[in-house]
């Protein structure tokens, strides 16, 4: 299973504060707690003047889609990829293939507050898809799919119940905190998933 390493906080302080509060909660929390907030390095607080190319802006939006999803590059290709493959706008699929990750719908119902949290839900086996039990973070899914809590233990459950009731889920997704179920309703456009990504960007990098 690929996963994302390094210094979490370190990489979301690189790109600013908008982008910050919108990772994961758990790091957004420490980014609001921290004292420094300005982009890691000496020269951090001028990055802003930096001009950028063409071909550093689209890494830029590559390396912030990785961070933001918790993903390594093979996983990125292999994303891009299928959605060049696909009829229709490369941008708007990749986004929606991002979004359909097993681990990222358990972190969108609210269930966790990290994608790497959410990860290891899924990867201990405490999630059914379509009433099978399954390890498999990567797993896309789709409209109409439903992804229960099956584990075993009521301390883990009253705990997923509580975090899920405490965030709020997203619009695309009917999320049940008390019996721990989450109906895909649809796949999120981009004004739904709301992430602070250019995916055209991205889509660009890869097509180089």
Do not use: C
């Amino acid at each position: 299973m690929g996963r994302s390493t390094g210094p979490k906080l370190r990489k979301v302080r690189a790109h600013g504060e908008d982008f910050a509060m919108a990772a994961d909660r758990s790091l957004a929390n420490k980014y609001v707690k921290s004292h420094r907030k300005q982009p890691p390095g000496m020269h951090g607080n001028n990055q802003r003047f930096r001009k950028h190319s063409n071909y550093s802006l689209q890494l830029r939006e590559k390396q912030k889609a990785k961070i933001l999803y918790h993903l390594t590059e093979k996983q990125m290709r292999r994303y891009y990829q299928m959605a060049a493959d696909k009829a229709g706008s490369t941008s708007d699929t990749l986004l929606k293939i991002l979004e359909s990750r097993l681990d990222n719908i358990v972190y969108r119902a609210g269930f966790a507050n990290s994608h790497p949290a959410a990860r290891q839900l899924v990867s201990h086996r405490q999630f059914s898809w379509n009433g099978q039990r399954v390890s498999i973070p990567s797993i896309l899914v789709a409209p109409g799919d439903k992804i229960t809590f099956v584990g075993k233990s009521g301390k883990l459950k009253e705990g997923l119940t509580n975090t899920a009731t405490e965030n709020n889920s997203a619009s695309w997704l009917d999320v049940d905190p008390k019996a721990a179920t989450i109906l895909v309703k649809n796949l999120p456009e981009k004004e739904e998933a709301a992430m602070p990504l250019n995916e055209q960007l991205i889509v660009e990098f890869y097509s180089r």
